[in-house]
């Protein structure tokens, strides 16, 4: 996203000069769902990003404008509360974060906008909401650190968005680093960056255009869902804290004790863990076939455990298991539509997209979207 179509916005409808902030959408290669249980995410900034303009000026009152809905907001800094969804939770969820946090502000203008398309499971909300962040950080001196930021647009997610969403979004977003994937401990949020060097082939997403209206209820009854688990294993190892804590062992000694849906959801988690550790081992070994094959294994759980899939992320997912030009593919992010995340070969990709494209737009009647994206750093500030 060109940035100067958001400034140039900014200046004509407030006639001043703005700070700029870029801040992008996420992928992620591997571990789904498994950051709120303290597991382990692999994730990478992309560049599709959303851009914020902000400035003071001169009042308590906030006015924000959405360069993509084309729509305007104002609230008071001193008494302002979340709306029955819309944009601007993004916005007021963060600053009440700061201000609970102390941070005395004042009032601001903010234009944003971008090319990180929304319900697409790229994490648009966290970019905007890591965006604004640094965006108020600059604006007012905070002097903020990234961790802290990150934290702070997480709980506006969970207080103002009404998701109980784990770390991995606002972190990828945030913390991303040019090529390179970040191998994120969910519990300690240690992190490495792991170079994505994916010889041969190369990795595209395929939107289907779904979204679920129920996504976000869905995924907090799978946070509680795993929660349940967790309770009842703890009855037998006091020292358990999360899914990241059972093995398969101790899932199965509380098998009776929990519905069969408990069960196969934390059996999800656990095996999704492991996917993700022995997919990190085959990647460093260069052996993206092996890679491909975790997440396929990862896509089937999605599907069939943890049932956050749906049946165009299974078309998507299926069609690159019968292709000779794909080594892997999953659905990704919370799931119920969005994007599937697919390794190609560079020499097929074309071939690859015009028959994916083809087949899907068959069996759905829609234009298969299809993005090639970079990996790059995390939410920056651009002038
Ligand atoms: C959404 C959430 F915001 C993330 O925290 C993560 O749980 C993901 O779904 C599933 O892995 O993107």
Known sequence: MNPTIIQAKFKSLFEQEPIVVKSPGRINLIGEHTDYNEGFVLPAAIDKEIVIAVQKNGTQECHLFS????????????????????????????????????????GFDLVFGGDVPVGAGLSSSAAVENGVCLALSELFDLELARLDMLKFAQKAEHEFAGVQCGIMDQFASMMGKENHAIRLDCRSLEYSYFPIDLGDYQIILCDTQVKHSLADSAYNERRRECQEGVAAVQQKHSSVNSLRDVSLGMLEEVKEEVSQVVYTRCKYVIEENERLLKGCELLEKGDIKGFGQQMYGSHDGLSQMYEVSCKELDFLADFAKTSALAAGARMMGGGFGGCTINLVTKAGKEEYEKQIAEAYKQAFGTDLKIYEVAVTDGTRRVS
């Open 67 to 106: 360069y993509d809905f084309e729509e305007s907001l104002s609230f008071d800094l001193e008494d302002f509360e979340r709306m029955e969804g819309g944009w601007g939770n993004y916005v007021m969820g963060v600053v009440a974060q700061l201000q609970q946090a102390g941070h005395s502000l004042e």
